[in-house]
């Protein structure tokens, strides 16, 4: 596919996720699934390329909190070339979230970028994956495993900027806060803090209405940290609905969270992921299994 396209910059493709057995207590029997049906994609079932005018829309959406494509690196090979080209910027990696700051990096550096929709790679979750502290609302042992430190300076600067929340907002935060920061003769990067307040506003009132402690522990923190604007607007609002998940039925709660996960957008919501049937007792049986070729033909089909 390199030679057949000339060498692209970089080649960002689809890809599985499997969740090993046991890994996710919602789905004891693991699971595979395809990111086929990401919206850039554009339901294709070839490869094809992608404008720059489009590459730097997709980190503009970044920027303003809103994922439009995933930012796990195995989606993305990169050119050894653009990866020399990118070195005065700083290492390939940066920030608590590398990934997130090297795939928006990539696409805001790279000329020749080819969408691939075939599923060429397969994500791993499993007992030692930060996936699976996340999917099991494990966010600090998560936080631990990954060691993720900030740079003092942006912490710094931001102090007046971060709120209590998920940790995983706030290393976006700094992750496109490292990206500004490098590649400040983009003129046109300048990072949405109101909206990643809004996100973390909205976790933690979410995080109330299920009764997860951390969001407990943190609701006095965001109190004092919000504006009177942000209270009037997100905090009274979202305390009436906590209000009314302490008088509802249990049952109801995660509709209630649900609502206020809708209100943050930060990511598009296409068709459910595609659930791929067979048993996959690891992840090599995936990929003795399943061809992605064939595969990606057969669910074009279907569309």
Not at 17 to 27: G, H, K, N
Not at 70 to 95: E, W
Not at 188 to 208: E, H, M, P, T
Request: net charge positive; proline share 6%.
């Amino acid at each position: 596919m390199i030679e057949e396209h000339n060498a692209p910059d970089f080649i960002y493709t689809s890809g599985f996720l499997y969740a090993y057995p046991s890994v996710i207590s919602d789905f004891p029997n693991g699971f595979l699934r395809s990111y086929d049906r990401s919206t850039i994609f554009r339901s294709s079932n070839k490869p094809f390329w992608l404008e720059k005018s489009e590459s730097k829309a997709l980190v503009n959406h970044s920027i303003n909190f809103r994922v439009r494509f995933d930012y796990n690196m195995q989606f993305s090979l990169v050119s050894r070339k653009l990866i020399n080209k990118m070195a005065k910027y700083g290492s390939f990696y940066q920030s608590p979230f590398p990934d997130y700051y090297a795939s928006n990096a990539i696409m805001l550096k790279a000329e020749r970028i080819l969408i691939v929709p075939q599923p060429l790679v397969t994500i791993g979750i499993s007992s030692r994956s930060f996936g699976f502290y996340y999917f099991n609302d494990l966010e600090s042992k998560g936080n631990e495993f990954l060691k993720n430190v900030p740079d003092p300076k942006i912490a710094l600067r931001l102090q007046q900027v971060i709120l209590p929340g998920t940790n995983m907002n706030t290393s976006w935060l700094l992750s496109m806060e490292t990206l500004s920061q490098n590649f400040c003769e983009s003129k046109n990067l300048k990072i949405n803090y109101d909206r990643y307040r809004f996100l973390q506003i909205c976790a933690v009132y979410a995080g109330l209405v299920l009764g997860k402690n951390n969001a407990k522990s943190a609701v006095s923190g965001l109190r004092r940290g919000m504006t009177l604007r942000e209270y009037v607007l997100y905090g009274v609002p979202f305390s009436i609905l906590v209000v009314m998940s302490l008088i509802v039925p249990k049952r109801y709660h995660a509709s209630i969270a649900m609502r206020i996960s809708i209100a943050m957008d930060s990511h598009t919501r296409p068709a459910p992921p595609s659930r791929v049937e067979g048993s996959f007792n690891t992840i090599l049986d995936v990929f003795e299994k399943i061809n992605p070729v064939s595969y990606s033909v057969d669910q074009a089909k279907d569309i």
